[in-house]
């Protein structure tokens, strides 16, 4: 089967750094994909890795360990408007996506 | 904006009721996928159609069914409503199958079962 794993929240302060982490377990792995909700609003996609290391968009950068089948979303300089929940996700052989059940991100100011 | 759009936004009906949401996937997008939240869950998936054909399947209920249709857009029929259907429902598109990595969502349905 497929399953992952996210903390349910995590509190950072504002201007710092916070990283999101994500362990999966699945068949026929293809990728990691980060995807940031609001309240109230719609899924975004974030970022994606399919090979090793790091990827960067500007504030935010995604790593993927194929071997330790982890990964995370780190997001720096933090600002209010990143409070949100963030979702990590798994393609598999089988074309389903796996959406963990997501990490509350609570800034303070 | 997205470029995913889906009608109704709200939707309050009864036990036992039939509703239809539909979505309209960004253009050029090949791929609809539905999906199901409920308060302080994650996104269940339910469904992917890629160009008309049912690609892959999830924890779709019975109850519920899905079709794309030629002009792309989608619906997705739940009946026999029962309080626990209560949840956002969101659909997704993507270019094609092959970047389902990269899904781009609609504002969502709010489905209230009473």
């Known amino acids: 089967g497929q399953s992952l794993e996210q903390p349910s929240e995590v509190t950072a302060v504002e201007g710092a750094i916070v990283q999101i982490n994500c362990t999966y377990q699945t068949s026929g792995f293809y990728g990691l994909s980060w995807y940031q909700q609001h309240d109230g609003g719609a899924p975004t996609f974030l970022s994606y890795?399919?090979?090793?290391g790091l990827e960067e968009t500007g504030r935010f950068s995604s790593f993927l360990s194929r071997s330790d089948s982890y990964g995370y979303l780190l997001l720096q300089e933090l600002q209010m408007k990143d409070s949100a929940s963030y979702f990590c996700a798994v393609g598999g052989r089988d074309d389903k996506i796996i959406f963990g059940k997501g990490t509350r991100l609570h800034i303070l100011p | 904006d997205s470029g995913v759009t889906q009608t109704p936004k709200h939707l309050i009906t009864a036990t036992g009721q039939r509703v239809t949401l539909r979505c309209s996937p960004r253009?050029?997008?090949?791929?609809v996928y539905w999906y199901q939240q409920s308060l302080d869950q994650g996104l269940q998936f339910l469904i992917q159609?890629?160009?008309?054909?049912?690609?892959a399947k999830g924890n779709i209920l019975e109850r519920f069914s899905a079709q794309q249709f030629p002009d792309l857009h989608s619906e997705l029929n739940l009946s026999s409503l029962e309080l626990g259907d209560s949840a956002l429902y969101f659909c997704a598109s993507s270019v094609d199958s092959s970047e389902s990595y990269e899904q781009y969502f609609g504002p969502g349905t709010r489905l209230t079962v009473t």
């Open positions: 159609y890629y160009n008309g054909e049912e690609r």
């Open positions: 253009s050029g997008d090949l791929s």
């Open positions: 890795n399919a090979l090793d």
